[in-house]
């Protein structure tokens, strides 16, 4: 393990980091926020000031305008305008004023005094000369035109809207007109309309000449959305607001063009085409004329100072994490620094952790002191620890080593088949013993009593271990003594065993004992039952049958007063198969039995084994069955094979291919070897027609695209028949089924084939067929007459 | 396996001696098959010489047996030996083809 600096300073970060940055975000967008608000309200006052300062000096200039109008309309109302003195007047009013560029005066001409129908004298500048004219003609009746009819109508003084004066120049003009009664605002009493031209380019000039920022400006709009004054005189009365918030469907802009029609100040933001930019506008109207003076604010700029400010933060924040980064860093580094030298000092290998003593360190805080002196007595423990366990596996290993002799003792206890056993061939018998630890309780045993007596034993001692296997000792060594003693005598070489046993038995161990002595000329077997497991006998063609015959408890607790024992008979080629319960309580990973139920479907097939390979076959299969749990109880086999070949006089064994040339060649063979014994022609003619009809069966049903089938032949001869055993690799042929079906009917009168069968199961005796391991099996007999 | 067809004025003396079984079954039936002149007349198979027949061999046996009943003539056997008389009893062949142990009592049969 290696504890690395870098690690730790990672997750600081990844913690530091998202919080650092999460509260810096929170307050540099709220400090935008309030700044820009601020900085608008700002900006909203400074304009709204500015902006009454524009207007102010336009209404004066506007205001001072009409009170020359009104004061010349006043005198010429008491000099009962005379048309000379309104002629005087109105000169007077352009040759005195700069910024008046014409005056004009229209009757009412219903009044006229001159008793024309139409006068309205009107002087104008024209490059500095004042010059008259009578705008009054037959074809310009005036009385239909806005400056004389609107200010009658409200019967005040009016602004008009601007226009270009009328030879064709390139001044802007308003007029101003005023209606005159001789009494005041009655209508009967009207005399005229005193009209005064005014150029706007003063006005331009303000408006041009007003400067917010770098690029922010002025406009001024008429009532009906003209532009009339802009910095860009180009713009002058060719863009209309009105228009444009059609054209552009700014409903921003409708609100601006709404609000000024209505004559209300508002401060707003604008992004629309007509303007190059995004930009704040604040609009007031002048009182005059319901014109509308506007400022505009290009928004960058407007915010340039704040974006500045935010700009310099993030630099700031930038230089602030750097510094957090290079403080996590370096306190990191500094707090797991000696834990890392510690922990380079404590990475080693098992025994250099004990042999080579623990520095002390020195440096590092005192956390890191302690661990130190912690590690250095865990050092210690650990060394004393281990002198302790090597002892205590020193004399471990005596013990086992000693375990290990004895189980060698135990195992050499245990007699194997031998050929001064076989008794010439007539018994195989074999055992095996599978301790669950080194040595165990259970015990096999068998030995000749005389030429044609066997004895033979299993049993299962109470309890496991080394009590168990010297109690298992002694009752083999005991019963070897009665059985010499007492000979054939099975009941009282259990009962002198029974009163042995159980003296001095302190301990209570008591052993299950099947014991018998079978007679190897007859097959019989005298055999007592002590509470151990019922054998099984394997029959060739039977199956498997339990000797279910307890006479004893087990031996070892009480003295047995009385014995009785039991008789059962081998036939030639009979097993008997012998077990202890650690066979069939042998346990699986999941807890599954291997019960008495999986020993018989077991046995059923071990039918023809020799007893060593029964054996071999059931621990393959016990194996196969746990997979590896652990083995809890001792496992026993002892398998007694009776073989009493008395009878046959002769053994024919063969395989071949199932083709009718094979077969031909098997029957010279078979008719020669039945020639030589002297068995009759009729057992050989009916043995020939069976094997004949059964080979063409197979061949007629089993043969495969790929292979024929193999047939394995075995004919034992013996004086009275001939015992035969097939077995095909065909596919399984049910030849019970099919024989009841041949029997039951018999063939119809012209049916020309499938008689085989019928003939095989009319001619043979003692006929079974079996399928097991892929092969179909059949054993029948076939008598030899006299 | 011989044959040897006799034609008598009424019927046909089939003389089989050796074996009849798998292997030579297929050659019985050519030859007597193939005897066009065996057709028309009953016929009389003696087995006295036949030591073996197995199912293969009636097979044959009962071909002929139809292709007679289709003619309105009769077969029958003449001294079979222990075995084929077993192996005709037991399939029950007998009951088609009667078995005789003289010549006389055949022909009467088949004469008839």
């Known amino acids: 393990m290696k504890i690395k600096s870098k690690k730790f300073a990672f997750y600081l970060i990844i913690w530091i980091l998202p919080i650092f940055i999460g509260i810096f975000s929170f307050i540099f967008f709220y400090n935008y926020y309030i700044s820009r608000e601020l900085l608008l309200k700002n900006v909203e006052e400074n304009t709204r000031n500015l902006t009454s300062s524009a207007i102010n000096k336009s209404e004066g200039v506007f205001t001072t305008l009409e009170k020359i109008a009104y004061n010349s309309s006043i005198f010429i109302k008491n000099q009962n305008y005379s048309r000379d003195y309104i002629l005087a007047t109105i000169q007077g009013i352009v040759s005195g004023n700069d910024e008046i560029y014409g005056s004009c005066f229209a009757y009412n001409p219903k009044i006229n005094p001159i008793n024309e129908k139409y006068d309205a004298p009107y002087f104008w500048k024209d490059n500095g000369k004042i010059k008259f004219k009578n705008?009054?003609?037959?074809?310009?009746?005036?009385?239909?035109?806005?400056?004389?009819?609107?200010?009658?109508?409200?019967?005040?003084?009016?602004?008009?809207?601007?226009?270009?004066?009328?030879?064709?120049?390139?001044?802007?003009?308003?007029?101003?007109?005023?209606?005159?009664?001789?009494?005041?605002?009655?209508?009967?009493?009207?005399?005229?309309?005193?009209?005064?031209?005014?150029?706007?380019?003063?006005?331009?000039?303000?408006?041009?000449?007003?400067?917010?920022?770098?690029?922010?400006?002025?406009?001024?709009?008429?009532?009906?959305?003209?532009?009339?004054?802009?910095?860009?005189?180009?713009?002058?009365?060719?863009?209309?607001?009105?228009?444009?918030?059609?054209?552009?469907?700014?409903?921003?802009?409708?609100?601006?063009?709404?609000e000024m029609k209505q004559g209300k100040s508002g401060f707003k933001r604008?992004?629309?085409?007509?303007?190059?930019?995004?930009?704040?506008?604040?609009?007031?109207?002048?009182?005059?004329?319901?014109?509308?003076?506007?400022?505009?604010?290009?928004?960058?700029?407007?915010?340039?100072?704040?974006?500045?400010?935010?700009?310099?933060?993030?630099?700031?924040?930038?230089?602030?994490?750097?510094?957090?980064?290079?403080?996590?860093?370096?306190?990191?580094?500094?707090?797991t620094q000696p834990l890392s030298e510690f922990v380079n000092l404590m990475n080693r290998e098992g025994e250099q952790f004990i042999n080579e003593p623990i520095p002390e360190i020195v440096t590092g805080s005192s956390e890191i002191q302690t661990l130190n002196k912690s590690f250095k007595i865990l050092q210690?423990?650990?060394?004393?620890?281990?002198?302790?366990?090597?002892?205590?596996m020193l004399e471990k290993s005596k013990i086992d080593s000693e375990l290990n002799i004895a189980k060698q003792l135990q195992q050499s206890m245990l007699p194997h088949y031998s050929e001064s056993i076989s008794f010439n061939g007539k018994v195989g018998i074999d055992g095996s013993l599978d301790a669950a630890?080194?040595?165990?309780?259970?015990?096999?045993?068998?030995?000749?009593?005389?030429?044609?007596?066997?004895?033979?034993?299993?049993?299962?001692?109470?309890?496991?271990?080394?009590?168990?296997?010297?109690?298992?000792?002694?009752?083999?060594?005991?019963?070897?003594?009665?059985?010499?003693?007492?000979?054939?005598?099975?009941?009282?070489?259990?009962?002198?065993?029974?009163?042995?046993?159980?003296?001095?038995?302190?301990?209570?161990?008591?052993?299950?004992?099947?014991?018998?002595?079978?007679?190897?000329?007859?097959?019989?077997?005298?055999?007592?039952?002590?509470?151990?497991?019922?054998?099984?006998?394997?029959?060739?063609?039977?199956?498997?049958?339990?000797?279910?015959?307890?006479?004893?408890p087990p031996l070892g607790i009480i003295n047995i007063p009385v014995c009785k024992s039991d008789f059962i008979q081998l036939k030639s080629g009979d097993s008997l198969f012998l077990y202890t319960d650690g066979l069939t309580d042998a346990?699986?990973?999941?807890?599954?039995?291997?019960?008495?139920?999986?020993?018989?479907?077991?046995?059923?097939?071990?039918?023809?084994?020799?007893?060593?390979?029964?054996?071999?076959?059931?621990?393959?299969?016990?194996?196969?069955?746990?997979?590896?749990?652990?083995?809890?109880?001792?496992?026993?086999?002892?398998?007694?094979?009776?073989?009493?070949?008395?009878?046959?006089?002769?053994?024919?064994?063969?395989?071949?291919?199932?083709?009718l040339a094979e077969f031909e060649k098997q029957r010279e063979l078979i008719e020669k070897q039945i020639d030589e014994h002297k068995i009759n022609s009729i057992a050989k003619n009916k043995l020939i027609l069976v094997l004949e009809e059964i080979?063409?069966?197979?061949?007629?049903?089993?043969?495969?695209?790929?292979?024929?089938?193999?047939?394995?032949?075995?004919?034992?001869?013996?004086?009275?028949?001939l015992s035969i055993t097939m077995k095909d690799n065909s596919a399984p042929f049910d030849y019970n089924e099919s024989f009841k079906n041949t029997q039951q009917q018999t063939p119809s009168f012209n049916q020309i084939g499938g008689r085989g069968l019928l003939l095989v199961s009319k001619m043979v005796h003692n006929f079974k067929y079996t399928y097991s391991n892929n092969k179909n099996i059949i054993n029948f007999e076939i008598k030899i007459g006299k | 396996m011989e044959i040897n067809?006799?034609?008598?004025?009424?019927?046909?003396?089939?003389?089989?001696?050796?074996?009849?079984?798998?292997?030579n079954s297929d050659e019985f039936q050519d030859k007597l098959q193939k005897s066009e002149e065996i057709a028309g007349k009953p016929i009389v198979f003696d087995f006295n010489e036949l030591s073996y027949i197995s199912s293969a061999g009636l097979r044959v046996l009962m071909l002929t047996y139809v292709q007679c009943s289709q003619e309105s003539t009769k077969i029958c056997i003449l001294s079979p030996t222990e075995m084929v008389s077993e192996v005709l009893t037991v399939s029950g062949l007998n009951e088609m083809m009667p078995i005789f142990n003289n010549i006389e009592d055949a022909v009467k049969y088949v004469s008839e």
Not at chain 1, 319 to 327: E, N
Not at chain 1, 499 to 514: A, G, M, P, R, W
Request: aromatic share 12%.
């Open chain 2, 5 to 23: 067809i006799i034609t008598k004025e009424n019927y046909f003396l089939v003389k089989i001696s050796g074996r009849i079984d798998a292997s």
């Open chain 1, 695 to 721: 080979i063409t069966n197979i061949i007629k049903y089993g043969e495969t695209e790929n292979n024929s089938p193999l047939i394995e032949l075995r004919i034992d001869f013996s004086q009275e028949s």
């Open chain 1, 270 to 335: 604008l992004s629309t085409k007509f303007l190059k930019e995004p930009s704040w506008i604040y609009y007031s109207e002048l009182e005059n004329n319901g014109w509308d003076l506007a400022f505009v604010f290009p928004e960058s700029e407007l915010y340039a100072d704040l974006f500045d400010l935010n700009r310099q933060i993030i630099i700031i924040f930038t230089i602030g994490l750097v510094l957090i980064l290079v403080a996590v860093f370096s306190i990191s580094r500094k707090v």
């Open chain 1, 380 to 392: 210690s423990e650990l060394i004393n620890y281990i002198k302790q366990h090597n002892q205590l």
């Open chain 1, 437 to 552: 630890r080194e040595i165990g309780g259970d015990l096999y045993d068998f030995f000749k009593i005389d030429d044609n007596h066997l004895f033979f034993a299993i049993g299962d001692v109470s309890g496991k271990g080394i009590g168990a296997a010297i109690f298992m000792s002694m009752v083999i060594n005991l019963q070897r003594a009665f059985a010499k003693n007492e000979g054939n005598n099975i009941c009282r070489i259990i009962q002198k065993l029974s009163e042995h046993i159980s003296q001095n038995n302190e301990k209570n161990f008591f052993v299950t004992l099947f014991a018998g002595i079978l007679d190897t000329e007859t097959g019989i077997i005298n055999f007592v039952n002590a509470g151990h497991n019922y054998p099984i006998i394997l029959s060739k063609n039977n199956n498997p049958i339990i000797i279910d015959k307890t006479h004893l």
């Open chain 1, 135 to 258: 705008l009054a003609s037959d074809d310009y009746n005036y009385t239909n035109w806005d400056w004389y009819e609107y200010p009658l109508k409200i019967q005040k003084g009016v602004w008009s809207e601007p226009y270009y004066d009328e030879g064709g120049g390139e001044t802007l003009m308003s007029t101003y007109s005023v209606p005159i009664y001789k009494n005041q605002s009655d209508n009967n009493s009207f005399i005229g309309i005193l009209t005064v031209d005014v150029s706007l380019d003063w006005l331009n000039k303000l408006i041009g000449s007003i400067e917010i920022f770098d690029t922010g400006y002025a406009f001024l709009v008429s009532r009906n959305g003209d532009i009339i004054a802009h910095r860009d005189t180009s713009m002058v009365m060719r863009l209309n607001l009105v228009e444009l918030s059609i054209i552009y469907k700014d409903p921003q802009l409708e609100l601006i063009v709404n």
């Open chain 1, 587 to 659: 346990t699986n990973g999941n807890g599954e039995m291997f019960n008495s139920d999986r020993v018989i479907t077991l046995l059923k097939e071990l039918s023809e084994y020799s007893p060593l390979n029964t054996i071999n076959y059931t621990k393959i299969q016990i194996n196969n069955f746990v997979q590896g749990a652990e083995q809890y109880d001792d496992i026993t086999l002892l398998v007694l094979q009776y073989l009493n070949y008395q009878n046959i006089i002769n053994i024919y064994e063969s395989s071949f291919t199932a083709h």
